[in-house]
């Protein structure tokens, strides 16, 4: 098995893609132990020491470490990756609870609004969260208030020094030019 590694624009991860699906649905983005209870993939990975963030998407691993050197637990970090895939197990346990934490709150936007949301939806969907999965991470649509879009980010994208830039002059730019009544895009 050959699993590639690809950095990120956030220095403080790095994006593995196993060559094979790691999680079919929506992603899952594990900050703690705890929360990744439900994939034995990302239990594994935060049984590494410096591992702080595990994040499933599609086709890749994001894992996000402490000041830890890269050099000294990309080697674990591969070897955790390729032992779970060799085993068999799947990616989230068999009756895991669905993705929790920030993952339930409801999305909130006036009921009037529900076409504009509807297109801003569609442009994250088709332009905004393909080019995000390539640096490892993702974004959700959390809400539409007063001509503003609340959106989350995950994996990679979490903490990321140039994630501020990319809301701003990146997808604010997209959804201000084809969203009439968007005029800024907040991240919560």
Same mark, same amino acid.
């Given at each position: ?19 094979? *699906? =790691? ?10 132990? *705890? %929360?990744? %209870? ?5 239990? $594994?990975? /935060?049984? &590494?020491?410096? +591992? ?13 470490? *402490? ?5 000294? &637990? #990309?080697?674990? &970090?591969?070897?955790? &990756? ?9 990616? @989230? ?8 934490? /920030?993952?339930? +709150? ?6 009037? *609004?529900?076409?504009? +949301? !509807?297109? @801003? #939806? ?8 393909p080019a995000v999965a390539m640096d490892g991470g993702d974004i959700t649509f959390k809400g539409f208030k007063e001509g503003t879009v609340f959106l989350h980010m995950q994996g990679a994208c979490s903490g990321c020094p140039s994630s501020t830039a990319t809301?701003?002059?990146? @997808? !604010? ?5 084809? +969203?009439? $009544? =968007?005029? %800024? =895009?907040?991240?919560?």
């Open positions: 098995m050959f699993i590639q590694t690809e950095a990120t624009p956030n220095p403080a991860t790095l994006k593995f893609l196993p060559g094979r *699906d =790691v999680l079919v649905g929506e992603p899952r983005d594990f900050r703690s132990l *705890d %929360a990744a %209870a439900a994939s034995p993939l990302a239990t $594994g990975l /935060f049984a &590494i020491s410096g +591992v702080t963030g595990v994040f499933l998407g599609s086709d890749f691993i994001s894992v996000t470490k *402490d000041e830890t050197n890269w050099a000294h &637990i #990309k080697p674990a &970090i591969l070897g955790v &990756i390729m032992d779970h895939f060799l085993s068999g197990k799947p990616v @989230i346990a068999e009756g895991a609870a669905p993705a929790a934490d /920030f993952d339930e +709150v409801e999305e909130f936007f006036e009921e009037e *609004d529900s076409e504009t +949301v !509807e297109v @801003i #939806k569609e442009l994250l969907a088709t332009r905004v969260r809301l701003k002059s990146g @997808i !604010e730019n997209l959804l201000r030019h084809f +969203v009439p $009544g =968007v005029e %800024a =895009v907040q991240q919560v």
